[in-house]
């Protein structure tokens, strides 16, 4: 049984739907990469798996003993974060308020999964630092420590390297990368392609006039994955 | 934190002088404190006056004139405004002696400081406050 | 000047305005982060001028306890204003734009058509300004005030993880299933009644004063969510005591000698940040 099945999904806002008729599956230990142009529904589509809004038509099953609260989410940075007072340990412990329950404060356990988590992405030393204060890749690895405190499963990353120089672009790829070894399930959203078909398993390719999904070979194969490697990736795809 | 300290310190200064020693018998002395205090001390009287009873009280304000046009009964009372400057309160007194409308009284608005024993009447029903057998001077000593 | 201090002590109504005071000081104070941080400062503004309007209509109508009618009204447009604000044909800001100048014109057309009160300006002055409402309080008001302030507080306390959570990321929050609606209901319905208490110390022109500036203060010094709370209502307690003291002793309007306090430290946090870099 996979983890996450999507049938029939319709999504958008208000009965304008933005996607029809998407159908994918998300097995363990998959790495998918949602790609497709500016508007055509990716975030929309992530934002639904996450039940931040409801889809218009179809479904989607959560299984393997996963549950819908189990998800690690990586959001794209908000304004309010840019100049928010807190520092990186009272963030990444706020990964854990799904297992704080009816308490009021965080117990032992959950500030050792928090610790835990920051050594797992290398930022133990700034655990006292100020957000605003990190770098652009700092930040990031935060919001993915916050992540990681809320799932041992699946993780859903809306752009993580959005805004980031190539160098830290591909650090952060390389430690996606080895959460996806160490077995958690991966499903991204990127704008890039070459990474996308370099690192990923799965590729779900939306918007346009059709939509795609199977695994990377396939993806290299099929039409849209051609037309779209020729017009974004460039040569080095 | 140190320039609001520097602003109390200049009007505890100021105010120090208000503040001087009064003789012993008066037992509520408006005119030694702030505008705030006096205003909410005589919104107090107002709105408790049995707690006041009898006590010997000193105040500072604009002398303020009223006759009622059907019963010719004279009224005076000293005003004080509060902080805001928008709400005032006076308090009526009745002064010591024979005296006489306008020609012993000074000007209207003049400040003078009155001294007399709170008590409260009845008139058409209504509670008012009163000092009765006041002393009245001129100024604010 | 301790000796002027302890001779104005000595009035009963002085030294419940102190406690009261600063109690409403400490409440107003706690939520200031989350309502700069989650751009809800106009909601406070708007609440307050319907906390006017409320108090006129409750003048109109003779009711003993103000407050009694004020905090129910209050809190409702604060629910009103939190739905309306997510979808609805007029946007979130003019939306409380609407309500809040809406109701400082009603508020004061009713008081000048129906009101009773011999001293109208004064009314008026009081509710806008504060002046000298929080020395003025009836012994039901002061128990009312300090119970009220002490569930504020409890609440923040026992609520602290979850506010923090909401307000540094919402979507993050109800993926995971926190009952995000829950919590920002909470938090509007708190502001509300910090707002109707804080009319009473400073009037309601001036309450997103006390609300945002110890928080903006704060954050001027202070890097963690936590510290920052803390510091914000140290301040907060720390600028309503002084201000109060001052107006108490120099006869100045107690309101805006509060926020005047505020502001002076406000530049002084500033400067503090600025030679600290």
Redesign the interface.
Known sequence: MALITCRDLALGYESHAILEHLNFSVNAGDYLCVVGENGSGKSTLM?TM???QKPLGGSIAFGDGMR??E?G?L?QQ?A??KD????VR??V???C??H?GRR???NQSEKALALENLSRLGMVEHQ???YR?LSGGQQQRVLLA??LC?TKKLL?LDEPVAGLDPKVTAEMYALIERLNREGLTVVMISHDIAAAAHYATHILHVGGDRTFFGTVDEYRRSAPGRRFIALEGGGDA | MKRAFLILLCLTLLSAGAAAESPSPIDIDLASLSGTVVYAQVYDMVMEPELYEGLVVRMRGGLSYFQDPDTKQEYFAAIIADATACCSQGIEFVWAGEHTYPDDYPPLGTEITVTGIFGTYEENGLTYLQLTDAEMTLGGE | MIQTIQQYLQFPFVRYALVVGTLIALCSSLLGVTLVLKRFSFIGDGLSHVAFGAMAIAGVLNVTNDMLFVMPVTVLCAILLLRTGKNARVKGDAAIAMISVGALAIGYLLLNLFSTSSNLSGDVCSTLFGSTSILTLTKAEVWLCAALSVIVVALFVLFYNKIFAVTFDEDFSRAVGTRVESYNLLIAVVIAVIIVLAMNLVGSLLISALIIFPALSAMRLFRSFRSVTVCSAALSVVCALLGMLISIVGGTPVGSTIVAVDIAVYFLCAALEYFKR
Not at chain 1, 84 to 87: C, L
């Open positions: 934002r996450l039940g931040l819908p609260n998800v989410y959001p908000s309010i974060q928010f007072p807190a520092t009272e963030i412990l706020s990964g308020q799904a704080v009021a404060f965080y006292r630092r100020c204060e916050r992540a809320a859903l």
